[in-house]
């Protein structure tokens, strides 16, 4: 920004030329205050609108430019004028400070902005980018891509201004919470480090490639405006926001003096006197507003002198140090105490001397001296400077051939007319001299008006020196304090003060910001020889009075009972003096030098007059209609607000309220009338889509409400009917707004943005239905208008969900298949939506949570109308749309309030006949499938079972399986069809087991009996087959706990179990039978060695004859190792194949225990007669590797050493002695010992 004085301004005539032919419009031109219409139309009759041609002459067309260019000409007059009173509120402000407070706004995105953010997170989907990331990590980011970024609520709320990079951040940090925490802890990593880093790659995405390193080389104005600004960066704003330009506010700048602090102070002075003359004025005319309540008349002009008085307190509480181009003020507090404040008491005080304190600050730098010949070259010389009454200070040495030295002695003194004394010493180099000698002194009476560039001043110096034409070159600064407003010589006469004509020394002293002195000092004295304080005097010209002799230049100051008369050597410093005094007595009255000539700053004027400019600065503040300007004021700042960089909602930046603050405290707005006007703008805002922030219309439309209803929340207690009429239209346009918000509430406030908003939106309207300020309002009126619009969202968010999905053209189309794909996609978006409603909008509902049940419902029931057109379209006995009802039970069952609601009911209501139906059809296919599979059978070993039993349990597993898929919701509904199912499974799982055993019996009566036997894999198949008809139906026919129930099901279950236990003891006997049988043979053939039989002498006498001769096979040794390979094998079979090792040891143990009795009875049946020789070895054989292969296969000691087995063990045992005793070795090492060794 360029100073407003800059030299540019002096040079630029012709620019200001051109720039004056764009400003001004040819028509008629309308001053905004009043006077200075008439004035400016005297100035500036050269540049009057021409005349206008005949009314038949103007088309339609040129009437409507001409209006167009009026209209546009009023709105930049009224444009200025309110810039001259912002200028002047920046440039001075003591009611208001810039708040440090507010919350900072974030950079808003806009259009171009998103796409760019879309292509980055679509380029690391894609993989394109370097970042490393989980496959968590990318489901979230795609999860975020899919559902957040490419909603189309999104787009709108960037396209609204309302979005910033904050909200897109916040919005996947809440999303990912609940993933990180459904994942699984992992040692040594926590739940909160994965968080961390999971948003620092969404920064990388977000970011892209951008190098952050890299800063703009100036910040715009628009990146500051959350920051304190500066005063020219206030003035830049306003500048912007009012559309003034530059060279504009450079001549208002230098014509309204806004670098001049007293100017301004005077001019506050000056506004708050025309205030208070209003106010009597309005009283003693009777005009005042239109109030409610007649009564409130006289509380107005109270209410008007009071806001006066305090303005003017807080003016006179400024420190009148303060002052310069860069003073910063701070806000005052304001006093508790309701009585008026009563200045002009203050005022009347007369000051005393004493009251008067000053401080000047003198800078002296000695430079060089100039004629020194006394002293010899190589003396040493310096200086010594003192200010009378002070301290003395000492130069450095130097030699008297260069007495130069530059150095500078500041000092401090109260004394208006100080005396400097410089003096010159030489080093004297006798040694009884106790001081250096004195070269030369010069004695100076400086003051503040005094040259301030270095000056040759001829010294004093002793007598008979030789330094006749000693000169001393130094600068003397004396700079005049912040309160010393003016100050030099003047020739004065007065009634009570100054009564002699005669030049004195004038000080003008600002005591406080209503407090001035003209003060007369003599030399060397801190205090005023005489004073008089300037309150009540007017200052003007005047002409030389006759037999006042001295001064040229003369001007009174005026007062009931006194005048002073003053007068000056020239017309400038005069100039000086009148406009000092001007601004400390506050005058309205200005006034004007006797000659144009003499006019200060007349280049300025001449420019401002120029330009049209003057009526501006000239216009009275005190006549303007300050409630219209600032409307328009506060309208141009808001849209300068919603159209910057920043993510505002409606808030101003600090700088804005700053200047919004002054003018309103200056210029005497209402805070009703500021808030009121404030409410209408960002009402139009929001009903045109921005996003504003409803706490901010909380807090506007509060203070109206609190106002209007008599609760001074500014202490202001009067209230216009206009105020009233407004805020009735306000809040009737505020409550249309936030229904419609409420029922939008979706789109409004889409995933939860701006955060809380809605939560805020809802306590608006709360506060807005309120009657009154006291009286809440009751909670039915306030459920009753939330009901009323959820009940629309309802209609709306499935409208739209339709839209989207396109589901209109789908219900018009013949294919069921596609009509149920496209419901099935339809309920996982309505799921969607109503999860999403959820998730970001149920807190701001919580207090309503039946309603929003009922809006779901109602959701829901539109809903139905779509899914109950699809069902009907689908064939008879189709089952595809059970995945539907999956689909949306699921979600309702889990909700709580939708549990078993109307629509969950209808759904439960049309699926029943389904399921039914489903179940009937199945059993049937089932009791089918076990008729035909076990006739066509062929047991060969299938996993666990036979085809047919894996084929049954897999559908009677998959049928269950599929109704608890379901998870239908009402509990005796669900308990039937768990019982229907157990009790089928009960009843196939019966049927495959006597199936099972007729098959079986018929393969073991097909079985031989001889020791080539072996079981076949059919066998073990059967076997399997039960077993695994056991563990299906502890699954399938049991009821899950805590349902059993009634001694019927447990007899049923109980029966079912007992049929598998007693086919399993049956088909063990019988495989057992098969088994004793063989050995029943083997030992009908031993039978034919008895003892006394034919056969038996036989046989032996033909094995001792060939015994002679060859090596005849023991006898009998081939049969047991028939039999004993039969057993082992049989055992290997039954171990491999039959999957289920405790049936395998009660088939074992049943089977040992049966052939020791074959044994032992047969043994028994020949307990007279000794066995044969054969007969031994072949049992002994027999019995020892039964005993061993048996007890390999697991079974009990007590079940091999059981009393059958000790029996045979004896009797063999016996046997064998016996033959030991007759007949030697002829056993052959055949044993019952367990210390034999023997083969195989």
């Known amino acids: 920004m360029l100073d407003p004085s800059s030299s540019e301004e002096e040079s630029g005539d012709e620019v200001l030329e051109q720039e004056r032919r764009d400003v001004l419009l040819a028509g008629s031109q309308r001053s905004l205050p009043a006077q200075g219409r008439d004035s400016r139309n005297e100035r500036r009759s050269g540049t009057a609108r021409p005349a206008s041609p005949s009314p038949a002459v103007i088309s339609e067309k040129e009437k409507e430019d001409q209006d167009r260019l009026q209209r546009e000409e009023d709105e930049r007059r009224t444009r200025l004028q309110i810039y001259v009173f ?17 919350s900072r706004r974030q950079q808003k995105l806009n259009r171009q902005q998103l796409l760019t953010i879309k292509e980055r997170f679509q380029a690391f989907l894609s993989g394109e980018t370097q970042i490393v990331a989980d496959e968590a990590f990318c489901n979230a980011i795609r999860s975020y891509f899919e559902v957040f970024l490419k909603s189309d609520r999104v787009a709108r709320l960037v396209q609204s201004g309302g979005c910033s990079a904050n909200d897109f951040r916040e919005v996947f940090k809440k999303n990912i919470e609940k993933r990180v925490r459904s994942l699984p802890e992992i040692d040594g990593l926590s739940k909160e480090t994965v968080l961390s880093s999971w948003i620092a790659k969404f920064d990388a995405i977000y970011r892209g490639e951008e190098d952050l390193r890299k800063q703009l080389p100036r910040m715009h104005l628009n990146a500051v405006s959350e920051l304190i600004l500066s005063k020219e960066q206030l003035y830049e704003m306003f500048q912007h926001i009012l559309g003034v330009k530059k060279f504009e506010h450079q001549l208002l700048y230098n014509a309204c003096q806004l670098d001049n602090a007293d100017e301004q102070a005077a001019q506050i002075r000056r506004e708050l006197d025309g205030r208070l003359q209003l106010a009597d004025q309005m009283a003693k005319e009777r005009k005042y507003p239109k109030f409610v309540a007649k009564e409130m008349e006289i509380l107005y002009i109270e209410e008007l002198k009071s806001s006066v008085n305090l303005l003017m307190a807080n003016l006179e509480s400024l420190p009148v140090s303060k002052g310069g181009s860069e003073f910063k003020l701070q806000k005052l507090k304001r006093s508790q105490n309701s009585s008026f404040l009563d200045i002009g008491d203050e005022n009347d005080t007369q000051l005393s001397k004493s009251d008067v304190v000053l401080s000047f600050t003198l800078e002296i730098v000695i430079i060089e001296v100039q004629g020194l010949r006394s002293v010899a070259p190589n003396r040493i010389v310096y200086c010594t400077m003192e200010v009378e009454g002070g301290e003395k200070l000492q130069t450095d040495q130097a030699e008297a051939s260069r007495p130069q030295w ?41 003051t503040p008006n005094s040259p301030k560039s270095p000056e040759l001043h001829k010294m004093i110096v002793p007598k008979n020196s030789q330094d006749s034409e000693l000169r001393i070159k130094l600068a003397v600064r004396m700079d005049k304090p912040p309160n010393t407003k003016h100050c030099g010589y003047l020739y004065a006469l007065g009634q009570k003060v100054w009564k002699r004509w005669k030049r004195r020394y004038f000080v003008l002293v600002q005591v406080s910001q209503y407090t001035f002195a003209m003060c007369s000092y003599r030399e ?17 010209y005047t002409d030389p009075q006759p037999g006042l002799t001295g ?27 009148v406009q000092a005094m ?57 849209q300068h607000r919603m159209n910057d960089s920043f993510s505002c909602l409606g808030w101003f930046s600090p700088g804005q309220v700053f200047v919004l603050d002054e003018y309103c405290a200056r210029y005497g707005v209402r805070g009703c009338h500021r808030h009121l006007c404030y409410l209408k703008e960002l009402t139009e805002y929001a009903e045109n889509s921005a996003v504003i922030d409803p706490t901010l219309l909380h807090y506007s439309f509060a203070f109206c409400a609190s106002h209007v209803h008599g609760n001074r929340p500014d202490g202001i207690g009067t209230v216009t009917t206009e105020e009233k009429e407004q805020f009735e239209d306000i809040k009737s346009r505020l409550l249309s707004l936030l229904e419609n918000q409420i029922v939008h509430f979706r789109y409004c406030f889409p995933f939860g943005r701006p955060e809380g908003a809605l939560k805020a939106t809802l306590s608006l309207l709360e506060r807005v239905l309120m009657k009154d300020i006291s009286t809440p309002v009751l909670p039915d009126d306030m459920k009753k208008v939330i009901r009323k619009c959820l009940e629309k969202a309802a209609l709306i968010n499935y409208s739209r969900l339709t839209e989207y999905a396109k589901i209109e053209d789908t219900m018009n189309q013949a294919a069921p298949a596609k009509k149920l794909e496209d419901v099935m996609r339809l309920g996982e978006l309505c799921i969607e939506v109503l999860q999403q409603n959820e998730e970001h909008h149920s807190e701001a509902f919580a207090w309503w949570p039946e309603i929003m049940a009922e809006h779901a419902e109602i959701f829901w029931s539109l809903y139905a109308v779509d899914m109950d057109a699809s069902l009907e379209a689908q064939p008879q006995d189709s089952w595809d749309s059970f995945p539907l009802f999956q689909l949306l039970n699921n979600y309702l069952r889990n909700d709580t309030l939708l549990c078993n609601g109307k629509f969950h009911k209808h759904l439960q209501d ?32 299938v996993n666990n079972g036979s085809t047919t039993s894996e084929d049954l349990f897999w559908k009677l597993d998959a049928l269950q399986m599929f109704v608890c898929d379901l998870h239908w919701p009402e509990p005796e509904f669900a308990q039937h069809l768990e019982q229907r199912l157990k009790l089928m499974a009960s009843d196939m799982v019966e049927a495959s087991v006597k199936r099972t055993r007729i098959a079986f019996d018929a393969k073991m009566q097909k079985a031989n009996k001889s020791t080539d036997y072996r079981i076949s894999p059919s066998v073990c198949t059967m076997f399997n087959v039960l077993m695994d008809a056991k563990k299906q139906c502890t699954k399938l026919c049991v009821l899950d706990a805590g349902q059993e129930f009634g001694k019927q099901w447990q007899q049923y279950h109980s029966k079912t179990d007992d049929l598998i236990e007693e086919a399993f003891k049956e088909m063990i006997s019988l495989l057992v039978s098969k088994f004793v049988a063989v050995l029943e043979g083997v030992l009908a053939k031993l039978s034919r060695y008895d003892e006394g039989t034919l056969f038996s002498s036989i046989l032996s006498f033909t094995v001792k004859a060939a015994a002679k001769y060859v090596d005849v096979p023991n006898p009998g040794m081939d049969l047991a190792d028939t039999y004993i390979t039969f057993v082992r094998q049989n055992q290997d079979i039954l171990r491999d194949k039959v999957i289920e ?46 005993y061993r292969d048996f007890r390999l296969q697991s079974v009990l000691e007590g079940t091999l050493n059981n009393k059958t087995y000790e029996t045979v063990y004896n009797r063999l045992t016996v046997e064998e002695a016996t033959v030991s005793v007759t007949n030697g070795s002829d056993l052959q090492g055949i044993s019952m010992r367990d210390s034999d060794e023997e083969e195989g």
Not at 551 to 575: C, W, Y
Not at 604 to 620: C, H, N, P, V, Y
């Open 910 to 941: 049309y699926f029943i006949p389904l399921v039914i139906r489903y179940i009937d059809l199945m059993e049937s296919s089932i009791a089918q499938s076990i008729h035909r599979g076990f006739e066509q059978e062929t047991w060969q070993p």
């Open 551 to 577: 001064g040229r230049a003369f001007f009174n100051a005026v007062k009931e009972g006194d005048t002073v008369v003053f007068a000056s050597d020239d017309d400038q410093d005069r100039n000086i003096w």
């Open 86 to 102: 912002v200028l002047r509120c920046i440039a001075y402000p003591f009611n208001a400070k810039q708040p440090t407070d507010m």
């Open 406 to 446: 530059g150095t500078q002695g500041d000092f401090t003194t109260t004394h208006p007319l100080p005396v400097v004394k410089v003096k010159l010493f030489t080093e004297s180099t006798g040694v009884l001299a106790l001081e250096d000698k004195e070269l030369g002194k010069v004695v100076l009476y400086p």
């Open 582 to 638: 001007c601004r400390a007595t506050g005058q309205s009255y200005k006034p004007v030098a006797p000659t144009l000539a003499q006019k200060h700053n007349f280049k300025d004027s001449e420019r401002t007059q120029k330009l049209g400019m003057d009526e501006f600065i000239a216009a009275d503040p005190c006549k303007c209609m300050h409630t219209a300007l600032f409307q328009v004021l506060q309208k141009q700042t808001l």
């Open 524 to 540: 060397k004295k801190s205090e005023p020889q005489e004073l008089m304080q300037l309150e009540g005097y007017t200052v003007d």
């Open 1141 to 1186: 090792d405790m049936y395998i040891e009660k088939l074992f143990d049943q089977w040992y225990t049966s052939s020791m009795k074959a044994i032992c009875v047969w043994l028994t049946d020949r307990l007279d007669l000794q066995l044969h020789m054969y007969q031994l070895k072949t049992l002994i054989r027999i019995v020892k590797k039964s």
